[in-house]
């Protein structure tokens, strides 16, 4: 019988949402951002989409999504629920050959980073393999296309100007599998299931 390749596995990651006040406040950084890049320098992220990433596993075989599901639901039952902030803007790697553009997301107590820490244990054997390296909790705002780096010297520097912008916070009370899909027109996200944290 003809198997339908395309559904055999679906491309996921793991976030933290981000309520709709402080998107709108990203939204705005991003716009300056915007403004002060050349045109078609950086793929931007649409403000609905911004999310906190846990953990991106990429392409995983169907078959394997409710054991997925299972161990994302074992770490949320036993993990409290958060208080999250929206800060600034940074670059990874780094603000020399920029690849990525985002604000920072973080908590006082370190939660954030001990649910990645606990999250990634748990769905090592989903994900593809990474190099080791501290986390840093944030929100993407858009990515550098090749060749544009000689272009970037005024979004540099309107984001420093946006260094210590405050964008809101949040309770962070659930952890969600998203599925996104690759399209023309850019990555669709869409819910495949969500698990609460222990209030």
């Known amino acids: ?58 392409d995983v075989p169907a078959a394997q999504v409710e054991a ?37 997301a973080d908590d006082a107590s370190g939660q954030l980073a001990e649910l990645h820490r606990r999250m990634d244990e748990a769905v090592r054997h989903f994900a593809p393999t990474e190099k080791p390296g501290k986390f840093t909790g944030h929100i993407t705002l ?3 296309k090749p060749g544009h780096h000689a272009a970037i010297p005024q979004l540099l520097e309107r984001a420093t100007v946006l260094r210590d912008r405050d964008f809101g916070d949040w309770p962070a009370g659930e952890v969600a599998i998203i599925r996104s899909e690759l399209t ?16």
């Not at 950084?29 to 320098?41: F, M, V």
């Not at 023309?184 to 209030?199: K, N, Q, T, Y």
Request: charged content about 15%; glycine content about 8%.
């Open 142 to 144: 858009g990515r550098f």
């Open 68 to 104: 997925l599901k299972q161990a994302v639901s074992k770490v949320c039952a036993g993990f409290p629920a958060m208080q999250l902030a929206a800060h600034g803007i940074g670059f990874f790697p780094s603000t020399q050959k920029p690849r990525v553009v985002w604000a920072g």
């Open 1 to 58: 019988m003809a198997t339908d390749n395309s559904s055999a596995f679906l491309r996921l990651f793991i976030a933290l949402a981000v309520p709709p006040d402080v998107r709108q406040e990203i939204a705005r950084a991003q716009g300056q951002l915007r403004r002060h890049s050349p045109p078609g320098a950086v793929r931007w992220t649409r403000p609905e989409q911004f999310h906190v990433t846990l953990k991106f596993l990429g």
């Open 184 to 199: 023309s027109s850019g990555a669709m996200h869409l819910p495949l299931a969500s698990f609460a944290l222990v209030e």
